[in-house]
């Protein structure tokens, strides 16, 4: 997979392709430069404007009439604070439609191995399935200092060596310390700490192995990507390229454009010929799973089904991505009489949905035989900067 960052219009791009599937995007993070709301992963100190004791939450401006809902995590941490106070926050969601910011007490920052979060103890990301892999990596990290704790331990980490991880963890913990120092004695509506622009986190997280090449046709991109790897990413640096031939830029190369709106389609035609529909309402997202022209006329109607609903899985999974979809999803797949298939189409969903770098789950199969489908809101879907 390739990883291509390019300019559109007031953004820049960040998009993965599958190069051995026609340059197929994958995923887009985009870079909004005219939007000045809050990110999610950034640091205010806020003040609290309206404390709401029933839901124990309060709603805390961290710019001027820039207002985020924050929910405390018990009635005792409420009680803490009145209208007016200053109080330390992290976005955790960006502003989505109607809905405004939400932000924590809780400080996270990430890395490209681990996550500071605060809470007791270390995990390790449950993607990491042999144990005898995560308990190196406590060790290692347990290593670093007396008392190490409140670390998450990210997939990235298994490739990484001993002397990465204690770097990364020294860097996050000075870094924690710096924004607890700042925050002692600057004034309110004070941003501690902005995240990197996008196309660099995008950079940052993805999986070593899965990237071969990333390249840009913008000379300043490229020199913030190469300060960036320089510094944070050395795996990634020597895979990191310009692309300077001005007579047919990136956007014509991979067809930018086109295949931006085609990714914010309504239809999505899969290569048996069925199809998908996808609809996005107020309250969640609809994916209906159409037969198409893949009909059959004869033979095992169950085991076609399947095969149809099982390419759409895949499908679906791989839209939800691209497009950043989130909240809740449901998708009606074709009928299926046999429970044997039905079974093993919800084992399919849960394998795919276990790729996402951001939590999804397969809730399960209604009765009215519709699936649902969570999937943790962060930032704004595709559709939301395109269309």
């Not at 710019?63 to 929910?71: H, N, S, V, Y």
């Not at 809905?99 to 270390?122: E, H, M, P, R």
């Not at 490229?222 to 020597?238: A, I, M, P, Q, T």
């Amino acid at each position: 997979m390739e990883m291509i960052v390019s300019r559109y219009q007031d953004m820049v791009l960040n998009i993965t392709v599958d190069d051995s599937r026609n340059n197929k995007f994958l995923a887009v993070n985009v870079t909004d430069f005219s939007n000045n709301e809050a990110k999610a992963g950034s640091i205010y100190i806020g003040r609290i404007k309206n404390i709401v004791k029933n839901i124990n939450a309060a709603f805390v401006e961290i710019a001027d009439k820039e207002l985020c809902f924050l929910q405390f995590k018990d009635e005792a941490q409420m009680k803490m604070y009145h209208n007016e106070s200053e109080i330390l926050v992290q976005v955790i969601r960006e502003k989505l439609k109607t809905k405004q910011a939400a932000v924590t007490t809780d400080i996270n920052l990430n890395g490209k191995y681990l996550v500071k979060n605060g809470k007791d103890g270390v995990s390790v990301s449950s993607k990491i399935k042999n144990v005898i892999k995560r308990n190196e990596l406590i060790s290692i990290l347990n290593e670093a200092a007396d008392d190490v704790s409140g670390y998450i331990i990210r997939t990235n980490a298994v490739n990484a060596s001993k002397d990465e991880l204690i770097a990364e963890y020294n860097r996050l913990e000075k870094q924690y310390n710096d924004i607890i120092k700042k925050s002692e004695y600057s004034p309110c509506y004070t941003c501690i700490y902005s995240v990197p622009e996008d196309y660099i986190l995008a950079v940052r997280d993805s999986y070593d192995e899965n990237i071969t090449r990333i390249r840009t046709d913008d000379v300043d991109i490229y020199r913030k990507l190469y300060n960036y790897l320089s510094v944070y990413d050395k795996k990634k640096l020597e895979k990191l390229s310009l692309y300077d031939d001005a007579s047919y830029p990136l956007s014509a190369l991979y067809q930018i454009e086109t295949k931006l709106l085609k990714a914010v389609g309504r239809r999505v035609w899969l290569d048996s010929g069925a199809y998908l529909v996808i609809d996005v309402c107020e309250a969640c997202t609809v994916i209906d799973v159409n037969t198409g022209k893949a009909v059959k006329k004869s033979g095992n109607k169950d085991k076609h089904f399947f095969d149809i609903n099982v390419e759409a899985a895949k499908e679906c999974f791989e839209q939800i991505r691209l497009r950043n979809i989130s909240g809740v999803i449901i998708i009606d797949f074709v009928d299926m009489i046999s429970k044997e298939y039905n079974d093993k189409l919800m084992k399919y969903l849960n394998e795919f949905a276990a790729i996402d770098n951001i939590k999804t789950s397969v809730v399960d199969k209604t009765a009215l035989g519709f699936v649902e489908v969570t999937r943790k809101k962060v930032k704004k879907p595709l559709y939301s900067y395109i269309e």
